[in-house]
């Protein structure tokens, strides 16, 4: 296939390039700030177990399947999946998974940001001194008049995007993402020092590794299941095309499942240390694990205004929050700006600013939505809820779905087998995973949802 490399198509420099990337766009808000509030509200280790058989058995093989379509089809997503669909004998159709793709990450970014926003905030309501000596009732009393203040989301929010906008316009992204390289460690380093805050100055450590590890198979039903799901695509960036999208740069010497491995136990580590950080906090200090989006804004802050050092820990904390929030949104732009450098007269930087602030506009919606607009709904949902369901539990897994239906059944099964460097057993557990138990799974998912 290395004869469809185009020379005008760049490589990454090296796998670790490429890994930097791909973590850098997995890694982000999902981890620290949606992996433990979804746990909050899905009822503890019911969601964790699932997620991390969802992640395993589908989100892992999509991975890999989202790669390896990339690298064959060396172009955005939608060519990419109409090239390999036509150099396989199939139909042009298939290219609407790219185009569900790249309206998913439209959306997602409209929310990403407006957390993103919150998280940069943050940064300078730590540094003020705000938390010192708070409890739990105080930090969220702050993070409701907080929401409640549409101008300050606003402000956020706009500082956020346009941040975003900026590195993508630039081309400075490579930059980033190598000191993504020093952050990512740096990041899972403060998580531990506040899992051993957890650990050693409340008394409910153990209450929340219960929580979140003792098998509570009862507790499992359709809604925690599809939650599951939904989430385990979004914490990956599946089903949008982006992981696509970079695999277009991948050369054929990089190993696909190790790398794919890597990054998801990469990310997985982050979210679970996020999860042993947070709920020490939310148990020691009665607050209730279900309080949905603002969860960790009201922990985290308890442990900052009460330990030594808390105040510089918690500006770290947030800077490099919000860098891994950076490295996720400019992967969320780019669908977007791609889509309409090639599609319009639009120069890149144009076109960069054209859809960030499509994406703007949509966010202020959003944050609208937890104030001003709060009774605005859509089937039931404020508009930063429907936004985020229509997203992770609905477009994402299905975009996923035809990927990994592609990958199994309509591509040349020998090639792949080739491609991923598998013989014997290995490669007849990359066919049972890629044919059958990924794509039932995300099918099971869905009928089990509709049946509660
Ligand atoms: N995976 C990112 C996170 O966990 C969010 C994201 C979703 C980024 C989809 C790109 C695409 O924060
Ligand atoms: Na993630």
Redesign the pocket.
């Known amino acids: 296939m290395s004869s469809n490399h185009k020379s005008s198509h760049a490589q990454w420099g090296s796998r670790v390039g490429f890994i930097l990337a791909a973590t850098g766009?997995?890694?982000?808000?999902?981890?620290i700030w949606?992996f433990p509030y979804m746990t909050g509200q899905s009822g503890g280790s019911a969601f964790v177990l699932t997620y991390l058989l969802c992640i395993a058995f589908i989100g892992l093989p999509i991975l890999v399947a989202e790669w390896l379509i990339g690298r064959r089809g060396q172009k955005n997503p939608i060519h990419a999946m109409e090239d390999v669909a036509q150099q396989n004998r199939r139909s042009k159709a298939w290219k609407l998974v790219g185009v569900s793709g790249v309206l998913g990450?439209f959306l997602?970014l409209s929310f990403?940001s407006v957390i993103g926003g919150w998280a940069v905030d943050y940064i300078f309501i730590t540094a003020s001194g705000a938390f010192n000596g708070m409890d739990g009732q105080a930090t969220e009393s702050l993070f409701t008049g907080f929401l409640g203040n549409p101008s300050q989301l606003l402000t956020w929010h706009s500082i956020f995007m346009l941040l975003t906008v900026v590195i993508v316009a630039m081309g400075v992204s490579g930059g980033l993402e190598r000191a993504s390289k020093l952050m990512m460690p740096a990041l899972a380093l403060v998580l531990l020092v506040l899992v051993a805050y957890g650990a050693f100055f409340t008394n409910s450590f153990g209450a929340a590794a219960a929580y979140l590890f003792s098998p509570n198979w009862s507790a499992i039903n359709g809604t925690v299941i599809l939650a599951a799901l939904g989430h385990a695509f979004?914490?990956?960036?599946l089903g949008?095309g982006?992981m696509m999208a970079y695999g277009s740069y991948l050369g054929q010497e990089v190993n696909l499942i190790k790398t794919a491995r890597t990054v998801v136990i990469l990310?997985t580590v982050i979210a679970l240390f996020a999860g042993l950080a947070i709920f020490p906090l939310v148990f020691a200090h009665h607050l209730e694990p279900s309080s949905g989006p603002g969860l960790i804004f009201i922990t985290l802050p308890i442990a900052f205004g009460n330990m030594t050092g808390g105040t510089l820990l918690g500006v770290l904390f947030f800077i490099l929050l919000t860098f891994a929030?950076l490295t996720?949104s400019i992967?969320?732009l780019e669908p977007t700006v791609e889509l309409l450098e090639e599609k319009t007269p639009l120069s890149r930087k144009a076109a960069t600013a054209v859809a960030g602030g499509a994406i703007w506009l949509l966010g202020i919606a959003c944050l609208l939505s937890f104030n001003s607009w709060s009774d605005v709904m859509i089937f039931g949902n404020n508009i930063f809820d429907a936004l985020d369901k229509l997203t992770s539990k609905l477009m994402l897994p299905l975009t996923g779905l035809a990927t990994i239906i592609f990958a199994g059944w309509f591509m040349n099964q020998e090639s792949i087998r080739q491609e991923l460097g598998l013989s014997g057993a290995a490669y007849t557990v990359w066919k049972i995973v890629s044919r059958f138990i990924a794509p039932i799974g995300v099918i099971i998912v869905f009928v089990a949802s509709l049946l509660g």
């Open positions: 766009s997995a890694v982000g808000l999902g981890n949606k990450s997602i990403y979004f914490t990956l960036s949008m982006i990310d929030a996720s992967s969320l």
